[in-house]
T-cell receptor, first 114, second 109 residues
Framework: DAGITQSPRHKVTETGTPVTLRCHQTENHRYMYWYRQDPGHGLRLIHYSYGVKDTDKGEVSDGYSVSRSKTEDFLLTLESATSSQTSVYFC?????????????FGEGSRLTVL | LAKTTQPISMDSYEGQEVNITCSHNNIATNDYITWYQQFPSQGPRFIIQGYKTKVTNEVASLFIPADRKSSTLSLPRVSLSDTAVYYCLAQGNTDKLIFGTGTRLQVFP
């Protein structure tokens, strides 16, 4: 157990509504990542963080924003959800970031946008 | 960024050895190769990591040739519980960790 909690685990919402997914860690690791997973696309990086208030874009960042005001929480926000953002979202943490460090993943948050 | 390419799917039978190859032609000098396993409805989990030659742990072996442009994950004597998606990842040059599309391994009785 890597001490990662994602919430909510399941959410159904309507197009145009804002949605925030939360990733909480108990390990105080510096690096945190948000990925989305869709059939045929594997894992795609949305945003990542390398410290409090330090974030950067990934491969598919359009339509998403993130915030990290404290070490343990990394929030992913969809300002105005669209059906194309229906997906499973995974948070991951790493003690060492892009170096040799192992990534630990949460259990995922399944989002359905109607 | 070292883009990785893997076969989309592979089939095997219980008790066989399975080798999954990952191509990473643009790997950087300080990149490591890491493999993850993912079961349905779960997040990926670390299997093995290596830089060159061969690395072995209790679940798998990783072979990386001298030119490091590819790597092979070897699963000895697979069982039904090894049915999963396997991802290779080249990491070390950047904090931006990009996964490939993965290889879906199906093990039959």
């Amino acid at each position: 157990d890597a001490g990662i909690t994602q919430s909510p685990r399941h959410k159904v919402t309507e197009t145009g509504t804002p949605v925030t997914l939360r990733c909480h860690q108990t390990e105080n690791h510096r690096y945190m990542y948000w990925y989305r997973q869709d059939p045929g696309h594997g894992l795609r990086l949305i945003h990542y963080s390398y410290g409090v208030k330090d974030t950067d874009k990934g491969e598919v960042s359009d339509g998403y924003s993130v915030s990290r005001s404290k070490t343990e929480d990394f929030l992913l926000t969809l300002e105005s959800a669209t059906s194309s953002q229906t997906s499973v979202y995974f948070c991951a943490i790493s003690p060492q970031g892009g170096d040799t460090g192992e990534l630990f993943f949460g259990e995922g948050s399944r989002l359905t946008v109607l | 960024l070292a883009k990785t390419t893997q076969p989309i799917s592979m089939d095997s039978y219980e008790g066989q050895e399975v080798n999954i190859t990952c191509s990473h032609n643009n790997i950087a000098t300080n990149d490591y190769i890491t493999w993850y396993q993912q079961f349905p409805s779960q997040g990926p989990r670390f299997i093995i990591q290596g830089y060159k030659t061969k690395v072995t742990n209790e679940v798998a072996s990783l072979f990386i040739p001298a030119d490091r442009k590819s790597s092979t994950l070897s699963l000895p004597r697979v069982s039904l519980s090894d049915t999963a998606v396997y991802y290779c990842l080249a990491q070390g040059n950047t904090d931006k960790l990009i996964f490939g599309t993965g290889t879906r391994l199906q093990v039959f009785p």
